[in-house]
């Protein structure tokens, strides 16, 4: 066996060094999320699509229709003559739902609650959880193997701390074309899980 090796060294190492190279570069991309934790979970807002298939600024209405104030989420009133998306119709017209999340960190699972659910919860609106997590959006262009492969690219939403990141497994997140603007964070729940 030894002898066999030594001949046909080159060969193995050809064989070799391309597995060695993938696995290097599937660790670093995958472990570090591994060890990114928070004991927070959140609350988010989305809506559905309404008149409007295009909900292009779906945003805009999630942001005036649900707050947070004195810890506590509240609902707001929408104005009759309001048009968040200014698409030439009312935000009364565009007949938007939105709907809470209640999602769980540890799970990476959401579940949709009611508006009496969510105002029991005490909530901290800061991006920032208290343990130094964020949620965040970030478009992930996947790695380009030697130029050859493309790894595939990927729109979505985060829990990051420092340089870690671990994809958050959102509901009802309009994933259509490139208009990723049906998602509001609402706030932290507290306390934590310790």
């Not at 597995?19 to 927070?40: C, E, K, N, Q």
């Not at 506590?72 to 009759?80: G, L």
Request: charged share 20%; net charge negative.
């Amino acid at each position: 066996m030894k002898e066999f090796i030594k001949k046909n060294f080159a060969i193995l190492l050809a064989f070799i060094l391309p597995v060695v190279l993938i696995v290097i570069v599937a660790l670093s991309t995958y472990l570090p999320s591994l060890f990114l934790s928070t004991d927070y979970n959140f609350i988010y807002t989305s809506c559905t699509n309404g008149a409007n298939y295009y909900s292009y600024r779906c945003d805009n209405y999630l942001q005036k229709r649900h707050s947070v104030v004195d810890d506590k989420i509240v609902v707001n009133s929408i104005s009759p003559t309001q048009d968040s998306d200014n698409d030439g119709i009312l935000d009364i017209n565009e007949n938007y739902t939105a709907r809470i999340f209640l999602h769980d960190t540890e799970k990476n699972e959401s579940r949709e609650i009611t508006l009496q659910e969510a105002q029991t919860l005490t909530l901290n609106s800061l991006l920032t959880s208290p343990d130094g997590v964020t949620v965040s959006s970030s478009y992930d262009r996947g790695a380009d193997f030697f130029f050859i492969f493309d790894g595939g690219s990927s729109y979505g939403y985060y829990l990051t701390k420092g340089k870690n990141k671990d994809k958050l497994n959102l509901i009802n997140i309009d994933q259509r074309y490139y208009y990723r603007n049906n998602f509001q964070f609402m706030g932290w729940i507290l306390p934590g899980r310790n």
